[in-house]
């Protein structure tokens, strides 16, 4: 009982600290929601509950394109405008992971120094681990967690390097896609799918003898986002040309992005919107649980281990062994 009424009294005053702005107390509370000890989860689940009242209250916005486009410096110049007038900034930053060693490099920091000094910024390096679309498992509790800090706006960078963006798309309210000028044909440069999830289309780099390439590409935007939207009703992507690097461009940027957060909002398609993407949460974190309990036995662990090593061999296919580890966990064919 003792135990009981002390990690009550911890998780009140780890809620009272990140409430009041206590930046050490986000950062503890954000490395608790990734520990992926029993004890930590139990404790992170207390805490996420407990400020759940106090989330909701950001422009939460998803910023991605491939590599060499710029994300960094453009989410480093934009913070530092938004903080100017007023705004309190946090950024999730998620690293590449290595598919070899598992180390990331977690350079964010760095690449955002400017940004990373101010008071008003958060900014959050987390490897992406083997998670699609480059966003960590523990992003959307992230997110909880910075606006129950009293962060407005909230940017998700993501690693941007050929995975699925539905992830992030499917935890903002607008998604940004940054683009580099002069990458040869541009529509191939990001393909169909990302544009698909785009409300903005940032083509970055519009400086010096880059201008005009940067007009070219986003006219062949515009001319291929108006054929992939034929049919598709409410979209209509905004393609914009800027310099992060010059500070050119990033004050219409943030308008685009506020005119679309408005739009949701007074529709209500916000709050409809956030509903959706609060279930697809449960459903990524009952499938999370579900596996990692399956794999806590010692007889199905040992079970799951010898089905990799035949499907690595070449021995099963691997439909065949999901079937038999699904039969083990006592899931049945649907007749």
């Avoid at 608790?32 to 106090?54: F, G, N, T, V, Y």
């Avoid at 903080?83 to 930053?93: D, E, F, I, P």
């Amino acid at each position: 009982m003792q135990g009981e009424a002390k990690a009550k009294r911890d998780s009140e005053r780890t809620v009272e600290a990140i409430r009041s702005g206590d930046r050490v107390a986000l950062a503890r509370a954000i490395t608790l929601i990734e520990s992926a000890k029993p004890e930590d989860q139990a404790r992170a689940s207390d805490l996420l509950e407990r400020l759940l009242p106090l989330t909701g209250g950001a422009v939460r916005v998803g910023i991605s394109g491939p590599p060499g486009a710029g994300k960094s410096t453009l989410i480093d110049q934009l913070g530092l405008n938004l903080t100017a007038q007023g705004h309190k900034v946090a950024v999730l930053a998620v690293d590449p992971t290595s598919s070899r060693s598992g180390g990331s490099i977690l350079g964010d920091k760095t690449r955002m120094g400017r940004l990373s000094s101010e008071p008003s910024a958060f900014i959050r390096p987390s490897p992406a681990g083997d998670s699609l679309g480059g966003v960590t498992k523990t992003t959307r509790e992230t997110i909880a967690l910075v606006e129950a800090a009293g962060y407005d706006v909230v940017l998700v960078e993501t690693v941007g390097v050929g995975q699925s963006e539905t992830a992030v798309a499917n935890m903002v309210d607008v998604f940004v896609v940054v683009a580099i000028p002069g990458a040869g044909d541009e529509l191939q440069g990001i393909k169909r799918g990302l544009l698909e999830l785009a409300d903005v289309i940032a083509v970055n780099k519009a400086d010096g003898d880059n201008v005009e390439r940067a007009n070219r590409a986003a006219m062949e935007y515009r001319t291929g986002l108006h054929i992939l939207a034929a049919g598709q009703k409410n979209w209509d992507p905004q393609v914009l040309t800027l310099s992060a690097r010059d500070n050119r461009g990033l004050d219409e940027l943030w308008a685009e992005i506020r005119k679309r957060f408005k739009a949701l909002k007074s529709s209500g398609a916000l709050d409809a919107r956030r509903a959706e993407q609060a279930v697809a949460w449960m459903r990524e974190i009952f499938e999370q649980r579900l596996l990692a309990a399956f794999k806590g036995g010692k007889r199905a662990a040992r079970h799951f281990r010898e089905m990799e090593e035949k499907v690595r061999a070449g021995k099963m296919t691997p439909g065949a062994a999901a079937h038999e580890l699904a039969h083990l966990a006592g899931i049945k064919d649907h007749e």
